[in-house]
């Protein structure tokens, strides 16, 4: 095999982990009312009735199938994404959480979000959200600007994304609001209004991401007129250095934080920890004493209940390569400001640091990261040009098999679902 960035050392069999990571839950609802035209996420056109409770059975039945791979594993936090699911009734959320606390230990204060969209909030329904259990809201308002929400194809307007944050924010303390720039013909004024908006509303996180053409959508298809990369790096610093005049940390490439306030969630994702992915097209990554493993569930939400009811929802499964453990680790972990410390390479990989020292020394060499004997981080460098840190660390022959562009990196989406 031929490395980038790897050292023999990391080619030899099997990692040996003698603590397992953190684990936090994922559940996917995959419907939503109508597909985004920039949307790569597994996400279906609700046509008809919501099969709630068929679904809250499924999920149920995934997560029991699941048990022996996590037994006895404390879950850190729980994330209800999609899709829409705040399009499920405060019911079907309270009895798809009392199953899962009736089958794992949930920590104490755990961090449970649910996504939501505007153009789904009903007063009474968030309401019994939070007494259902949900402590942590991440709203998809992506613009305050309601000729931009109508090019993304959102269901809602700027009234309605005004009145979500009003309703949400009586009964929540912990909410996130998801933002995109780069619009179709947005201006820099364009964009700095939208994260002045933001600011205002009093949140605790922010999300801002570069709307990015991703393949199998109608926009990769039928592309917009976008602003250039110029006028985006332009927009992009503005929204850093707004937000930070705003008091929020920018700790993630495309999250923001008041102090304390990070999402814990997307922490434990960025710092390689482990995380069980159950409902259609969901991801796992479980760590074992001997090995990594990933998985991913069935997408099409009529194959996953056809699936489930052969005994198992899982599409694909396969161990991370000892070669590809650390890039998988530094596509996460430099993800962060602050980076990592640097046992816990060691601690989430099984492997020395030392099998990463050749990417390590290029990438310092390149001055793409800042690192001592504690703690190694991408510079201001490395987080601008963030895909050509990354990829120092790649196999060329890998199973990871991930492309790179040698562009400066914007800020991107969430984590894949």
Known sequence: MSTRGIS?????????????????LYVHMPWCVRKCPYCDFNSHEL?????????????VQDLEFALPQIWGRRIQSVFFGGGTPSLFSAAALDRLLGAIRARLVLVPDCEITLEANPGTFEVEKFRDYRAAGINRLSIGIQSFNRGHLAAL??????????????????????????????LPNQTLGEAEADCAAALSCGTTHLSFYHLTLEPNTVFYSQPPE????????VMQDAVEARLA??????????AFARPGRECLHNRNYWLFGDYLGIGAGAHSKISFADRVLRQMRYRAPKSYFDRLGRGTAVAEEHAVT???LPFEFMMNALRLTDGFPVELFAER???????????????????????????????ALGRRFLNDLLGIFLPDDSAAGR?????????????AR
């Open 349 to 379: 990989t099984g492997l020395q640091i030392s099998s990463a020292e050749k990417g390590l020394s290029e990438a310092e060499e390149r001055q793409l990261i800042e690192r001592d004997h504690k703690q190694i981080k991408p510079s």
């Open 403 to 415: 492309a790179v562009s040698g562009q400066p990196v914007t800020l991107q989406r969430k984590p």
């Open 245 to 254: 005049e705003g008091g929020f940390g920018h700790y993630e490439t495309s």
């Open 8 to 24: 023999a050392e990391s080619l030899r069999a099997g990692p040996s982990l003698s603590v397992l990571p953190p684990l936090s």
């Open 226 to 233: 976008l602003p250039d990369d110029d006028a985006s790096a």
């Open 153 to 182: 194809g959102r269901i809602h307007d700027d009234t309605e994304a005004w009145r979500a944050i009003e309703i949400a924010s009586k009964h929540f303390d912990n909410i996130n609001l998801d933002l995109m720039y780069a």
């Open 47 to 59: 046509k008809g009735s919501l099969a709630e409770a068929e679904y809250v059975d499924a999920l």
């Open 322 to 324: 000892r070669a590809d």
